[in-house]
């Protein structure tokens, strides 16, 4: 544990912090009957968000700034025994002092909230699919499982009540359940055409479905080419949010893929509800009303956020809000009434590109956005690394929503940056909205396969910003050593502390009011889940689930199935520090030996490791480096080669330090000596897509 008393660098608005709210204890309702949207967290934490509003707010205050020296950790559950692989993306939820869990595995865990005691253990049957949390009521547990099975567990026991399967809808099997009112509201996923779902709690009956793609004679199937809706995608990825007093529940609908995320041109028209929120009535589905975020996405722009209910108000008037955003970097603030836009959004012109039948407008909050939407052109042989959303060499560099057809464009905050899918925060006693994100530029052209390149050499890094959601501008931003928009979600506190969990494994504490960070614990694997608070026998905790997931590191976030506990006067020690993740983008294929290549690199053409053979070939695929990964010595001279076969002229681009950019014609070979130890990423000025890294290290005695 490390307490940190220095001041941090932020960015400040000069606007007013909001009142603190009242805490009457005397008739406050209890967060676990979930009869509101909006109570907060005490001595539960009751569902993924924390409440129905996804507000991820503890009206708990016994740990505060001044105490926090004294934080530690009480107790560690490794609950799948020192499980070291796999991808875990569940918050927990705590009712009655139980914390209950999925692991990486797709078991469901018990555990005792005062002890770390494993009280059961649900074992599932039907593969390790990717889980992202439970719900709990009516005395049971609700989890999903392989072949699209929702299961309902005794919360006491952990033995199966029921299971019901559903097929058609999309896969059931990712998205956290949420139980309100004898209901299961469900999104599915990685279908062809995928819906929101609302279950009877007591035996699984489906009571409606809300398509994410609507069909012949349903309204929107007009914005929809043809018959391109049957395969939409257009996914609820995430949890809605749920109004009972509005009777509304609101998802949110991903991308659109109809053949391809980044290929437009057959399915014309905006491709409703794809990137939207949708307010449906929660007792029989029927629309209410929508908000498109983005148009005719050709970028997998898609924000999926859980939506999060606010009250505040504008301009002096109380308003009903739902906050919506996410990969955009931007916060659409809307009545949650009826959709409008009480602060503004414009419908602005962007670049067009006719064959992909583009959008003529999309939608800006007229206060801009939180996170920059352009890459930086900052030149080579600069600052190392530099500005985080500095663009990779040689690409065509554009702004959000550019114009791409087959000439790979480079953008921000990209597919995997803004605030993807991690969990935001509504603080009731700053007033402040509070999400992490990340920089993690893209590439999109209808050359990329998937969703677009991430190109090999960037760096993929982020940030915490705070926004005040009565005015939709900044309080404060602060930049981070990591991308934290995949499921690093942030819990808040009545003492005005914010708690996020890293990819490097660091638990931190910040101050919520200016982003200062205050405190930190090594977990011991990556976090990809929320922090959540809760209390016993008047105690404060503070829980997290350090398991570790592969995006955007990859493999090299580690991984663990730690349940970490943490309060007042804990004396429990820090796990080992991991292996940190790879920031930068790796390249394609693994290092080869210098000796064996004679220290040369042949440019545009593609190597098979296994034979030690160059493809014969011109190529412009990722891995057209021969090969991709060279690992050297210090003091070795690096030889590049552009075979006379080739066609074109290619170059060696360095970057980012700017070491050398060698352009040479069809036969022309060119040398570098590399003296330091390090990385050193090269791209083609041909084309940037092949990428290739010397890395030189000291060789072991």
Partial sequence: MKLRLGLSLVVLSLCPLAAPAGDDHRHRPRAADLNDCCTAGDEDFPKVGGNLGNQNYSRLKQINRAKLRKLGAVWLNKIEGGLTTGNNQSTPVVVDGVIYLESALGNVIAVDGRTGQTKWKYLQTRGNLTRRGVAVGQGLVYTLSGDNYVVALNKDTGEVVWERQHEGWGNVEKVAVVYYGGRLFIGTNDGDRNAALALDATNGDKLWHFWGSPGPGEFGNDTWEGDTWQEAGAAPWIHPAIDPELKTVYFTFGNIRAGSSQNGSTRGGDNLFGNSIVALDMETGAYKWHFQSVHHDIWDMDNVMAPVIVDTKIRGRERKLIVYGSKSG?????????????????????????????????????????????VVDQPLGTAVPGNPNRAVPNYERGCIYPAHWDVPILSVPGHGGGADWNHHSFSHSTGLMYTGFGYVAAAHSLTESSNGLRPPGEYQTGGIVAVDPSTNRIRWKKRMPYSLAHGNGILTTASDLLFIGQPDGNLLALDARNGEELWRFQTGAAISASPISYEIDGEQYIAIYAGGTGIPYGNSAPRGDNLWAFKLGGKLAEAPIPPAPIVRRPVSGGPVEGSIVANTVILARTYNATT??????????????????????????????????????????????????????????????????????????????????????????
């Fill in 330 to 374: 931007m916060y659409y603030i809307l009545d949650r009434r009826d959709g409008s836009a009480p602060l503004g959004i414009d419908e602005i012109p962007v670049a067009q590109e006719p064959r992909q039948k583009t959008s003529p407008t999309q939608p800006f909050p007229r206060q801009g956005a939180w996170t920059e939407t352009c």
């Fill in 612 to 701: 030690n053979t160059v493809g014969a070939t011109e190529s412009t695929a990722v891995n057209g480096m021969a090969p991709t990964h060279l690992r050297i010595a210090p003091g070795t001279t690096v030889t590049f080669t552009n075979p006379a076969t080739n066609l074109n002229t290619h170059c060696a681009t360095q970057f980012f330090e700017g070491l050398f950019n060698f352009r040479l014609a069809p036969g022309e070979s060119a040398t570098y000596r590399f003296d330091q130890p390090g990385e050193y990423f090269f791209n083609d000025c041909f084309s940037p897509r092949p990428t290739g890294k010397v890395e030189v290290i000291q060789p072991i005695p």
